[in-house]
């Protein structure tokens, strides 16, 4: 199948061309293989799609640090939440909705909202730039989180401030940058690999070449894939052929969206506007060089440097293992929480809260008590 003669999403979902390529790729994995998937939105489609079932015996696939409300750890939140009381009647504070209801250290953003917390739910970050427009009275803090996804529209947001002269508007950086953490995960050896599904969008932005010194020195294979069930499927095949040649190196099944080189203008964008820096992720602690932080250029917009806040030592709930899930050491169910205490009504850790998170994909789709006996019987 070539991929270029796909156009539709419908054809993306073929139910007789995805059973058909499913038959090969089992017929041509001679040893099974481990993969991780990095990014949430390929974690929901394997779930959702029944990939990983139809494929166990041959391919095990294990969700990575690529959801980026999951990633991002108590330390950002309890900060966010405490800026909330602090300046109670000061700001308002604009985040994207998911990142609501994760708890923090001892509150969450939703329980503040309810104390009465001034925080609007916004789509893009040009809508709190609208909102600082029009309320002078108040000061605007952006949480921004996610990869190098956002981190192009979110530049072009405070580019936008810049040319508008708006005094009344700050970003709190919590992004981060999958490369790096790849590289740290990589370097614990908790998990054995056989290679990647690398995710598509943020390599829509940076391009396949930043993996390849990571899967030489680690020795592995990956794929950066589309999101539909027979790109998938087809990544694994690409993946499988890599595996069993031995070639340590990076190919690209999302060539509709994705050059080896990237986006050279939104690269631009976003160097113009943040440098990297080292940064704290969920599960992984701090990763030198794997955050963004707003260029000397952008200091008066820089929430950190703009507010006094002192946060008290984080807390985490000890029976929550987010941390294994999010470095693909366990699967959800593994957890001692999952599906008892944690529920997406009930969510107790950010894997479950998120619409990427691996927990929440787990319970939603997944036939996840099946899953457990066949792994029992292995
Ligand atoms: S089930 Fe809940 S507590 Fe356990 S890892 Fe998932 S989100 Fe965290």
Redesign the pocket.
Known sequence: MNEEKLRFIDEYRNKELLLKLIKKLKREIDNPIKIMEVCGTHTISISKFGIRRLLKGKVYLTSGPGCPVCVTPNEDIDWIIELCRKFKEKICLTVFGDIMRVPGSNSSLFIEKAKGANIRIVYSPIEAIEIAKKRKDLKIVFFGIGFETTAPSIAISLIEAKKNKLENFYLYSAHKLIPPALDALLSLGEIKLNGFILPGHVSTIIGSNPYRPILKKYGLAGVIAGFEPLDIIQALLILNELIKNKIYDVKIQYSRSVKPEGNEKAKKIMNNVFKECNSIWRGLGEIPNSGLELREEYNDMNAKLHFDINIPPKYE?P????G??LRGIIY?YE?????K??TPNS???????SSE????AWYTYEDWKKYKEMMKNE
Do not use: H, Q, S, Y
């Open positions: 709930n029976a929550c293992k987010c294994e899930v959800p957890c001692p929480l999952f599906a205490a944690c969510p107790i850790g950010p894997c479950m809260v998170g691996a927990c929440a």
